[in-house]
Nanobody
Framework: VRLAESGGDSVQVGGSLKLSCVWS????????IGWFRQAPEPGYGRQEV?????????WYDDSVKGRFTITWDDAKNTWYLQMDSLKAEDNGIYYC???????????????????WGQGTQVTVSS
């Protein structure tokens, strides 16, 4: 299983970005995809910002609710994180991750995800 993120960039406050996460390798129809942010400040771990399960149940952290949206394209084995109205606090490296067990529409700990991409940098400046 391999995950690869792309789409990170430098944008101004209020701008938008669309991150992609491509899945390759052993395929399974029963997995949850999570998106995590690692802030640049020392001591911060990877914080989950959103996840989606195979039934389409979604969860968003309050800090991104209404601004971020997860979508997917089955034909391309790709998940997306649409990020709108970006704020300075959205800065960080964004990772996608896959888990094969979950509970619908609830936050998950990073330790529940065995598969990770390499991350993509998002920089939001004023």
């Amino acid at each position: 299983v391999r995950l690869a993120e792309s789409g990170g960039d430098s944008v101004q406050v209020g701008g938008s970005l669309k991150l992609s996460c491509v899945w390759s390798g052993r395929m399974s129809s029963t997995y949850c995809i999570g998106w995590f942010r690692q802030a640049p400040e020392p001591g911060y771990g990877r914080q989950e910002v959103a996840n989606i399960d195979p039934s389409g149940n979604e969860w968003y952290d309050d800090s991104v609710k209404g601004r971020f949206t997860i979508t997917w394209d089955d034909a391309k084995n790709t998940w997306y994180l649409q990020m709108d109205s970006l704020k300075a606090e959205d800065n960080g490296i964004y990772y996608c991750a896959a888990a094969f067990s979950w509970s619908p529409a609830r936050p998950m700990d990073s330790r529940e995800f065995p598969y990770w991409g390499q991350g993509t940098q998002v920089t939001v400046s004023s």
